[in-house]
Protein backbone atom coordinates (compact mmCIF):
# COMPACT_ATOMS: atom_id res chain seq x y z
CA UNK A 1 0.00 0.00 0.00
CA UNK A 2 1.42 3.43 -0.45
CA UNK A 3 0.96 6.32 1.39
CA UNK A 4 -1.41 7.95 -1.10
CA UNK A 5 -3.95 4.54 -0.87
CA UNK A 6 -3.18 5.36 3.13
CA UNK A 7 -4.71 8.74 2.84
CA UNK A 8 -7.83 7.31 1.47
CA UNK A 9 -8.43 4.98 4.43
CA UNK A 10 -7.01 6.54 6.98
CA UNK A 11 -10.26 8.02 7.96
CA UNK A 12 -12.48 4.83 7.94
CA UNK A 13 -9.31 3.30 9.67
CA UNK A 14 -9.77 5.21 12.63
CA UNK A 15 -13.32 5.59 12.60
CA UNK A 16 -13.69 1.74 12.93
CA UNK A 17 -15.92 1.64 10.46
CA UNK A 18 -16.60 1.00 6.09
CA UNK A 19 -12.91 -0.73 5.67
CA UNK A 20 -13.21 -4.43 5.49
CA UNK A 21 -10.52 -7.08 7.94
CA UNK A 22 -7.93 -7.57 4.46
CA UNK A 23 -7.48 -3.63 3.64
CA UNK A 24 -7.74 -2.33 7.47
CA UNK A 25 -4.66 -5.05 8.13
CA UNK A 26 -3.06 -3.71 5.08
CA UNK A 27 -3.82 -0.24 6.19
CA UNK A 28 -2.14 -0.99 9.76
CA UNK A 29 0.64 -2.78 8.21
CA UNK A 30 1.85 0.05 6.21
CA UNK A 31 1.37 2.53 9.33
CA UNK A 32 3.49 0.11 11.01
CA UNK A 33 6.41 1.10 8.35
CA UNK A 34 5.87 4.33 7.40
CA UNK A 35 6.57 7.42 10.86
CA UNK A 36 4.55 9.73 8.67
CA UNK A 37 1.37 7.62 8.01
CA UNK A 38 1.43 6.78 11.43
CA UNK A 39 1.54 10.62 12.63
CA UNK A 40 -1.47 10.62 10.25
CA UNK A 41 -3.75 7.80 11.86
CA UNK A 42 -2.99 8.80 15.32
CA UNK A 43 -4.26 12.69 14.28
CA UNK A 44 -7.19 10.98 12.93
CA UNK A 45 -8.07 8.44 15.91
CA UNK A 46 -7.45 11.68 17.88
CA UNK A 47 -10.10 13.30 16.26
CA UNK A 48 -12.67 10.44 16.36
CA UNK A 49 -11.75 10.21 19.88
CA UNK A 50 -13.01 13.96 20.39
CA UNK A 51 -16.12 13.56 18.15
CA UNK A 52 -17.12 9.82 19.97
CA UNK A 53 -17.17 11.83 23.92
CA UNK A 54 -19.33 14.64 22.17
CA UNK A 55 -21.37 12.25 20.53
CA UNK A 56 -21.70 10.56 24.61
CA UNK A 57 -22.07 13.96 26.12
CA UNK A 58 -24.32 14.72 24.07
CA UNK A 59 -26.73 11.70 23.52
CA UNK A 60 -28.97 12.42 26.43
CA UNK A 61 -30.83 15.80 24.90
CA UNK A 62 -33.97 15.37 23.63
CA UNK A 63 -36.94 17.85 22.61
CA UNK A 64 -39.23 19.04 24.93
CA UNK A 65 -42.31 17.69 26.04
CA UNK A 66 -43.97 20.41 24.41
CA UNK A 67 -43.62 19.44 21.31
CA UNK A 68 -44.98 15.94 21.58
CA UNK A 69 -47.82 17.99 22.76
CA UNK A 70 -48.49 20.24 19.91
CA UNK A 71 -47.91 17.43 17.54
CA UNK A 72 -50.39 15.13 18.75
CA UNK A 73 -52.55 18.73 19.15
CA UNK A 74 -52.28 18.81 15.32
CA UNK A 75 -52.71 14.99 14.18
CA UNK A 76 -56.01 15.16 16.11
CA UNK A 77 -57.03 18.04 14.47
CA UNK A 78 -55.87 18.04 10.59
CA UNK A 79 -58.06 20.97 9.88
CA UNK A 80 -55.86 23.39 11.83
CA UNK A 81 -52.92 22.44 9.26
CA UNK A 82 -52.76 25.15 7.20
CA UNK A 83 -50.67 24.92 3.54
CA UNK A 84 -47.40 24.75 5.92
CA UNK A 85 -48.76 23.49 8.58
CA UNK A 86 -47.64 25.33 11.23
CA UNK A 87 -50.99 26.94 12.61
CA UNK A 88 -51.92 24.34 14.92
CA UNK A 89 -48.94 24.31 16.72
CA UNK A 90 -47.28 26.56 18.64
CA UNK A 91 -45.23 30.08 17.24
CA UNK A 92 -41.54 29.45 16.97
CA UNK A 93 -39.60 30.68 19.54
CA UNK A 94 -36.68 31.24 16.96
CA UNK A 95 -39.37 31.80 14.37
CA UNK A 96 -40.01 35.30 16.34
CA UNK A 97 -36.58 35.85 16.83
CA UNK A 98 -36.28 35.58 13.18
CA UNK A 99 -38.83 38.06 12.70
CA UNK A 100 -37.00 40.50 15.11
CA UNK A 101 -33.17 39.89 13.68
CA UNK A 102 -35.01 40.22 9.87
CA UNK A 103 -36.25 43.62 11.27
CA UNK A 104 -32.97 44.61 12.56
CA UNK A 105 -31.60 43.33 9.00
CA UNK A 106 -33.62 45.88 7.25
CA UNK A 107 -32.93 48.67 8.93
CA UNK A 108 -29.34 47.41 8.70
CA UNK A 109 -29.64 47.91 5.42
CA UNK A 110 -30.48 51.12 5.69
CA UNK A 111 -28.56 52.98 7.85
CA UNK A 112 -25.18 50.96 8.00
CA UNK A 113 -23.24 51.69 5.26
CA UNK A 114 -21.17 48.25 3.95
CA UNK A 115 -17.27 48.04 4.34
CA UNK A 116 -16.10 50.17 1.07
CA UNK A 117 -12.75 49.54 -0.56
CA UNK A 118 -12.05 53.08 -2.23
CA UNK A 119 -14.51 55.72 -2.47
CA UNK A 120 -18.25 55.15 -4.30
CA UNK A 121 -18.88 56.92 -7.27
CA UNK A 122 -21.40 58.46 -8.76
CA UNK A 123 -24.29 56.78 -7.37
CA UNK A 124 -25.60 55.78 -4.07
CA UNK A 125 -26.66 51.99 -3.03
CA UNK A 126 -29.74 50.63 -4.34
CA UNK A 127 -31.15 48.32 -2.41
CA UNK A 128 -32.93 45.56 -3.84
CA UNK A 129 -36.39 44.19 -3.09
CA UNK A 130 -36.29 41.29 -0.40
CA UNK A 131 -36.58 37.40 -1.22
CA UNK A 132 -35.29 38.29 -3.86
CA UNK A 133 -33.50 36.44 -6.05
CA UNK A 134 -31.95 33.54 -7.95
CA UNK A 135 -28.47 34.76 -9.18
CA UNK A 136 -30.00 35.10 -12.82
CA UNK A 137 -32.26 38.04 -10.93
CA UNK A 138 -29.82 39.14 -8.82
CA UNK A 139 -28.02 40.55 -12.55
CA UNK A 140 -30.97 41.49 -13.50
CA UNK A 141 -32.11 43.56 -10.07
CA UNK A 142 -28.82 45.12 -10.34
CA UNK A 143 -29.36 46.06 -13.77
CA UNK A 144 -32.96 47.28 -12.85
CA UNK A 145 -31.74 49.62 -10.37
CA UNK A 146 -29.45 50.88 -12.55
CA UNK A 147 -25.98 49.74 -12.49
CA UNK A 148 -23.50 49.03 -15.14
CA UNK A 149 -24.22 46.32 -17.44
CA UNK A 150 -21.29 45.34 -18.74
CA UNK A 151 -20.31 42.19 -17.30
CA UNK A 152 -21.58 39.56 -15.40
CA UNK A 153 -21.66 38.64 -11.66
CA UNK A 154 -19.46 36.07 -9.62
CA UNK A 155 -20.46 34.50 -6.75
CA UNK A 156 -18.37 35.33 -3.58
CA UNK A 157 -19.73 32.71 -1.70
CA UNK A 158 -19.62 29.34 -2.06
CA UNK A 159 -23.08 27.34 -2.59
CA UNK A 160 -25.36 30.20 -1.41
CA UNK A 161 -28.44 30.41 -2.65
CA UNK A 162 -29.19 34.48 -2.16
CA UNK A 163 -32.78 33.47 -1.97
CA UNK A 164 -32.53 32.91 1.20
CA UNK A 165 -31.17 36.50 2.19
CA UNK A 166 -33.38 38.90 3.38
CA UNK A 167 -32.22 42.01 2.09
CA UNK A 168 -29.43 42.89 -0.23
CA UNK A 169 -27.79 45.79 -1.63
CA UNK A 170 -25.62 46.47 -5.03
CA UNK A 171 -22.50 49.14 -3.90
CA UNK A 172 -20.62 50.56 -6.29
CA UNK A 173 -17.04 50.45 -5.65
CA UNK A 174 -13.55 51.26 -6.63
CA UNK A 175 -10.73 48.76 -6.34
CA UNK A 176 -6.75 49.61 -6.98
CA UNK A 177 -5.61 46.90 -9.71
CA UNK A 178 -3.22 45.30 -7.31
CA UNK A 179 -6.70 43.75 -5.55
CA UNK A 180 -7.81 41.56 -8.36
CA UNK A 181 -4.92 38.58 -7.59
CA UNK A 182 -6.86 38.38 -4.10
CA UNK A 183 -10.17 38.31 -5.40
CA UNK A 184 -9.13 35.50 -7.99
CA UNK A 185 -8.89 37.15 -10.92
CA UNK A 186 -5.90 37.02 -13.54
CA UNK A 187 -3.24 38.99 -11.85
CA UNK A 188 -2.82 42.62 -12.26
CA UNK A 189 0.70 43.58 -13.74
CA UNK A 190 2.26 45.17 -11.16
CA UNK A 191 3.26 48.13 -12.90
CA UNK A 192 -0.28 48.75 -13.53
CA UNK A 193 -1.23 51.27 -11.51
CA UNK A 194 -4.75 53.32 -10.85
CA UNK A 195 -8.20 51.38 -10.14
CA UNK A 196 -11.29 49.41 -11.40
CA UNK A 197 -14.84 50.44 -10.79
CA UNK A 198 -17.02 47.24 -9.68
CA UNK A 199 -20.55 46.66 -8.08
CA UNK A 200 -20.35 44.02 -4.76
CA UNK A 201 -23.86 42.54 -4.02
CA UNK A 202 -23.39 42.78 0.03
CA UNK A 203 -25.78 40.98 2.45
CA UNK A 204 -27.55 42.64 5.64
CA UNK A 205 -24.74 40.99 7.12
CA UNK A 206 -22.30 43.20 5.38
CA UNK A 207 -20.74 40.45 4.13
CA UNK A 208 -20.15 40.71 -0.21
CA UNK A 209 -21.88 37.74 -1.61
CA UNK A 210 -21.10 38.53 -5.91
CA UNK A 211 -18.71 41.10 -7.76
CA UNK A 212 -18.63 42.36 -11.41
CA UNK A 213 -16.37 44.84 -12.88
CA UNK A 214 -17.91 47.46 -14.54
CA UNK A 215 -14.95 48.64 -16.97
CA UNK B 1 -46.82 -16.62 25.26
CA UNK B 2 -47.06 -14.63 22.17
CA UNK B 3 -43.86 -13.20 20.54
CA UNK B 4 -44.15 -8.94 20.58
CA UNK B 5 -42.87 -7.54 16.96
CA UNK B 6 -41.75 -4.10 16.91
CA UNK B 7 -43.51 -2.53 14.09
CA UNK B 8 -40.61 -1.12 11.79
CA UNK B 9 -40.12 2.71 10.95
CA UNK B 10 -42.10 1.96 7.53
CA UNK B 11 -45.21 0.86 9.54
CA UNK B 12 -45.55 3.83 11.68
CA UNK B 13 -45.06 5.93 9.19
CA UNK B 14 -47.67 4.45 7.12
CA UNK B 15 -50.50 4.12 10.09
CA UNK B 16 -49.61 7.87 11.51
CA UNK B 17 -50.55 9.41 7.97
CA UNK B 18 -53.71 7.07 8.22
CA UNK B 19 -54.43 9.22 11.25
CA UNK B 20 -53.31 6.42 13.75
CA UNK B 21 -51.76 8.41 17.19
CA UNK B 22 -50.67 5.48 18.53
CA UNK B 23 -48.05 4.96 15.79
CA UNK B 24 -47.26 8.32 15.47
CA UNK B 25 -46.83 8.48 19.32
CA UNK B 26 -44.26 5.53 18.45
CA UNK B 27 -42.28 6.78 15.92
CA UNK B 28 -42.06 10.16 17.10
CA UNK B 29 -40.24 9.15 20.46
CA UNK B 30 -38.35 6.79 18.12
CA UNK B 31 -37.15 9.76 16.24
CA UNK B 32 -37.30 13.24 18.28
CA UNK B 33 -34.36 12.37 20.29
CA UNK B 34 -32.00 11.15 17.13
CA UNK B 35 -33.59 14.70 14.86
CA UNK B 36 -33.13 17.08 18.13
CA UNK B 37 -29.47 16.22 18.47
CA UNK B 38 -28.93 16.41 14.63
CA UNK B 39 -30.20 19.91 14.19
CA UNK B 40 -28.46 20.85 17.93
CA UNK B 41 -24.87 19.32 16.70
CA UNK B 42 -25.17 21.45 13.62
CA UNK B 43 -26.05 24.46 14.85
CA UNK B 44 -25.73 24.99 18.56
CA UNK B 45 -29.08 26.43 18.79
CA UNK B 46 -31.42 25.01 20.89
CA UNK B 47 -34.41 26.96 19.78
CA UNK B 48 -33.47 25.61 16.10
CA UNK B 49 -33.60 22.29 17.02
CA UNK B 50 -36.70 22.31 18.70
CA UNK B 51 -38.32 24.03 15.42
CA UNK B 52 -36.88 21.57 13.20
CA UNK B 53 -37.83 18.66 15.50
CA UNK B 54 -41.28 20.07 15.43
CA UNK B 55 -41.28 20.70 11.61
CA UNK B 56 -40.17 17.39 10.66
CA UNK B 57 -43.11 15.56 12.37
CA UNK B 58 -45.21 18.65 10.89
CA UNK B 59 -43.98 17.86 7.69
CA UNK B 60 -44.59 14.00 7.83
CA UNK B 61 -48.20 14.41 8.62
CA UNK B 62 -48.50 16.84 5.88
CA UNK B 63 -47.20 14.75 3.46
CA UNK B 64 -48.94 11.83 2.11
CA UNK B 65 -46.30 10.68 -0.11
CA UNK B 66 -42.75 11.73 -0.05
CA UNK B 67 -41.15 8.68 1.44
CA UNK B 68 -39.78 6.11 -1.13
CA UNK B 69 -38.23 2.80 0.54
CA UNK B 70 -36.33 2.22 -2.95
CA UNK B 71 -34.22 5.33 -1.70
CA UNK B 72 -32.89 4.49 1.57
CA UNK B 73 -34.53 4.28 5.58
CA UNK B 74 -36.37 6.01 6.97
CA UNK B 75 -33.27 7.30 8.93
CA UNK B 76 -32.11 8.95 6.23
CA UNK B 77 -35.52 10.17 5.23
CA UNK B 78 -35.92 12.16 8.46
CA UNK B 79 -32.21 13.57 8.01
CA UNK B 80 -32.98 14.40 5.24
CA UNK B 81 -35.92 16.36 6.35
CA UNK B 82 -34.49 17.62 9.15
CA UNK B 83 -30.96 18.78 6.76
CA UNK B 84 -32.75 20.77 5.09
CA UNK B 85 -34.91 22.71 7.54
CA UNK B 86 -31.46 23.25 9.33
CA UNK B 87 -30.07 24.18 6.89
CA UNK B 88 -32.77 26.97 5.33
CA UNK B 89 -32.95 28.20 8.89
CA UNK B 90 -28.94 28.20 9.33
CA UNK B 91 -27.75 30.26 6.41
CA UNK B 92 -31.21 32.54 7.06
CA UNK B 93 -30.30 33.21 10.33
CA UNK B 94 -26.48 33.51 10.28
CA UNK B 95 -25.46 35.73 13.07
CA UNK B 96 -28.76 35.63 14.92
CA UNK B 97 -29.04 31.99 16.07
CA UNK B 98 -30.61 31.64 19.60
CA UNK B 99 -27.62 29.63 21.89
CA UNK B 100 -28.97 28.18 25.55
CA UNK B 101 -28.90 31.62 27.19
CA UNK B 102 -32.48 32.21 26.87
CA UNK B 103 -33.55 29.05 28.50
CA UNK B 104 -34.29 29.44 32.37
CA UNK B 105 -31.36 28.67 34.72
CA UNK B 106 -33.28 25.40 35.96
CA UNK B 107 -33.49 23.52 32.40
CA UNK B 108 -30.96 21.11 31.92
CA UNK B 109 -30.75 21.51 28.05
CA UNK B 110 -29.50 24.55 28.35
CA UNK B 111 -27.30 23.78 30.98
CA UNK B 112 -25.74 21.09 28.88
CA UNK B 113 -25.37 23.27 25.85
CA UNK B 114 -24.07 26.76 27.88
CA UNK B 115 -21.73 23.79 28.96
CA UNK B 116 -21.04 21.99 25.83
CA UNK B 117 -20.36 25.14 23.70
CA UNK B 118 -17.08 26.04 25.72
CA UNK B 119 -16.00 22.78 24.36
CA UNK B 120 -13.38 23.12 21.42
CA UNK B 121 -14.72 19.90 19.67
CA UNK B 122 -18.22 21.57 19.46
CA UNK B 123 -16.79 25.17 18.56
CA UNK B 124 -14.90 23.32 15.93
CA UNK B 125 -17.94 21.22 14.33
CA UNK B 126 -19.76 25.01 14.47
CA UNK B 127 -16.88 26.48 12.63
CA UNK B 128 -16.93 23.91 9.78
CA UNK B 129 -18.38 24.98 6.51
CA UNK B 130 -21.78 23.79 6.11
CA UNK B 131 -21.85 21.41 3.86
CA UNK B 132 -18.89 19.68 5.60
CA UNK B 133 -20.49 20.33 9.14
CA UNK B 134 -23.36 18.00 7.92
CA UNK B 135 -21.52 15.26 6.57
CA UNK B 136 -19.68 15.50 10.28
CA UNK B 137 -22.36 15.59 12.55
CA UNK B 138 -24.15 12.90 10.66
CA UNK B 139 -21.40 10.31 10.30
CA UNK B 140 -19.47 10.86 13.10
CA UNK B 141 -22.08 12.36 15.86
CA UNK B 142 -25.79 10.65 14.39
CA UNK B 143 -23.61 7.09 13.39
CA UNK B 144 -25.13 6.93 9.92
CA UNK B 145 -23.67 4.79 6.94
CA UNK B 146 -21.96 6.68 4.51
CA UNK B 147 -24.64 4.98 2.31
CA UNK B 148 -27.46 6.67 4.55
CA UNK B 149 -25.76 10.10 4.81
CA UNK B 150 -25.81 9.90 1.13
CA UNK B 151 -29.58 9.39 0.78
CA UNK B 152 -30.26 12.20 3.52
CA UNK B 153 -27.65 14.46 1.89
CA UNK B 154 -29.21 13.39 -2.12
CA UNK B 155 -25.59 13.39 -3.21
CA UNK B 156 -23.44 10.17 -4.26
CA UNK B 157 -21.55 8.04 -1.44
CA UNK B 158 -17.76 9.40 -2.86
CA UNK B 159 -18.66 12.97 -2.01
CA UNK B 160 -19.59 11.99 1.42
CA UNK B 161 -16.52 10.17 1.81
CA UNK B 162 -14.71 13.41 0.68
CA UNK B 163 -16.63 15.92 2.77
CA UNK B 164 -16.01 13.72 5.47
CA UNK B 165 -12.24 13.67 4.82
CA UNK B 166 -11.97 17.52 4.44
CA UNK B 167 -14.54 18.06 7.10
CA UNK B 168 -12.32 15.83 9.14
CA UNK B 169 -9.15 17.57 8.43
CA UNK B 170 -10.05 21.04 9.41
CA UNK B 171 -11.46 19.93 12.46
CA UNK B 172 -8.16 17.82 13.43
CA UNK B 173 -6.30 21.24 12.82
CA UNK B 174 -8.35 23.56 14.21
CA UNK B 175 -8.55 20.82 17.36
CA UNK B 176 -4.64 20.67 17.13
CA UNK B 177 -4.25 24.30 16.91
CA UNK B 178 -5.98 24.79 20.32
CA UNK B 179 -3.59 22.20 21.50
CA UNK B 180 -6.76 20.31 23.16
CA UNK B 181 -6.95 17.15 21.32
CA UNK B 182 -7.63 14.51 23.61
CA UNK B 183 -5.33 11.54 23.44
CA UNK B 184 -7.10 8.61 21.75
CA UNK B 185 -8.50 6.32 24.34
CA UNK B 186 -11.11 4.22 25.13
CA UNK B 187 -14.78 5.95 24.58
CA UNK B 188 -18.42 5.33 24.56
CA UNK B 189 -19.47 3.84 21.16
CA UNK B 190 -21.65 6.43 19.54
CA UNK B 191 -25.63 6.50 19.84
CA UNK B 192 -27.92 8.57 17.54
Not at chain 1, 6 to 27: C, K, M, N, Q
Not at chain 1, 29 to 38: F, P, S
Not at chain 2, 146 to 157: D, G, I, R
Amino acid sequence: MSCEDFEDDVVDLARGEELGPAERTEALAHAEACLRCAARLEDERAVTSGLRAFAARTAAAEAPARVEAALRRALRDPEGLDADGSAAVRPSRAGVLLLLAAAAAILAGIVVVPPRVGPLYDRAPAVLPAGSPTSAAVQEAAVGAGVGENSEFVSLSYGEDLRDLDSLQVVSVELPRTALGALGWPAADSAQTGSVKAEVIVGHDGVARAIRFVD
Amino acid sequence: MPETVTPSDHDLLRGMRGGDEAAFTALYRRWQGPLFRYALRVSGSPALAEDVTQEVFMALLRRNEGYDPSRGEVSSYLHGIARNLARRRIERERGHLPLADEAGPDDPLADLVRRERTDLVWEGILGLPLHYREVVVLCDLQGLSYEEAAAALACAVGTVRSRLHRGREQLGVRLRSARTLPAAEAVPRMTR
